[in-house]
């Protein structure tokens, strides 16, 4: 077998930002930076749930997500590094024959990930014991990670992410999704640290998510910048992220980051961030998305994620 490379020095890498009358430090942990498709929060999301497989001599990894999804693309990636077989369930029936066009699921392919497409319905039983049973039946023994890759291990994940010497930022900035990695964020946080998540779609139910994991009550969930919702973009977030992208020589992917940097930079110009804050932002990773997302936007004739 070989050994898990699961520990990870990341930087913080400074980025000016000018607010209306005075300068706000902000800097991004480049969790992008991990790997190029493990990256980010799904890395975190999967080590200890990776640990858990092998304890428990499981080498069928099991999961679900939709077409572009980067938990799906992640899964595949750690099964082809670790050797565990993966099966993907994937949201909708339509793409059965469609795994060519499509950059996340033909990567997830080549890594020998195993696909079952379900219709959207079918897709809402994820949860069930029943449809679960079905699925062992129909595929044999699996450790079986959620979509999206949170549960309770994954947040252990993600716990990881702040170290010491991110102590003195008052905020921490992060995409949320599923809301698991901000509850590792929250666990993590110092008491006078404010956690801020940027919710990435319209969901009132991640409020009560995350909490059900969130140890403590620093923490607010900002509903201003989802664009729409889940996986929504229009030409002022893609200008926004190739603007960002020049001046500062970081990608960000249009489903998650590019939100929240979005709504952190429209808070600093409306002066919500006290003179003198510092603002620490995780980059969650999520570039493996960019292709797929770019195939969309050339279809519909709006500018392209450079
Ligand atoms: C999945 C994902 C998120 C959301 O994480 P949750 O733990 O589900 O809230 C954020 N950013 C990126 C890049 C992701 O891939």
Known sequence: MKPFVLQQSVINQQVIVVGNSYLIELEI???????????????RKLKYNLIAAKNEEKNVLLTFGGAFSNHI???????????????????????????????????????????????????????????????????????????GGTNALAIKGCEEI??????????????VGTGGTLAGLINCSKPSQQVLGFSALKGDFLKQDISKFAIKNNWELITDYHFGGYAKINSELITFINQFKKQNNIQLDP?????????????????????????????????????????????????LIQ
Do not use: W
């Open 162 to 175: 702040l170290t010491e010497g991110d102590s003195d930022f008052n905020y921490v900035c992060a995409p």
């Open 73 to 147: 693309a992640a899964t595949a990636s750690v099964g082809k590094a670790f050797g565990f077989k993966t099966i993907g369930i994937i949201r909708g029936e339509e793409l059965k024959d469609k795994i060519e066009g499509n950059s996340t699921l033909s990567y997830a392919k080549q890594c020998g990930m195993t696909f079952k497409f379900i219709s959207r319905t079918d897709f809402k039983k994820k949860g069930d014991s029943y449809f679960i049973e079905t699925l062992k039946n129909e595929f044999g023994d699996f450790y079986l990670i959620p979509e």
């Open 29 to 43: 942990k480049r969790e992008d930076e991990i790997h190029s498709i493990i990256s980010g929060n799904k890395y």
């Open 255 to 303: 489903v998650y980051t590019g939100k929240m940097m979005f709504g952190i930079f429209d808070l600093i110009k409306k002066g919500f961030f006290p003179k003198g804050s510092k603002i620490l932002a995780i980059h969650t990773g999520g570039i493996q998305g960019i292709q797929g997302m770019n195939t969309l936007l050339k279809k519909r004739q709006l500018p």
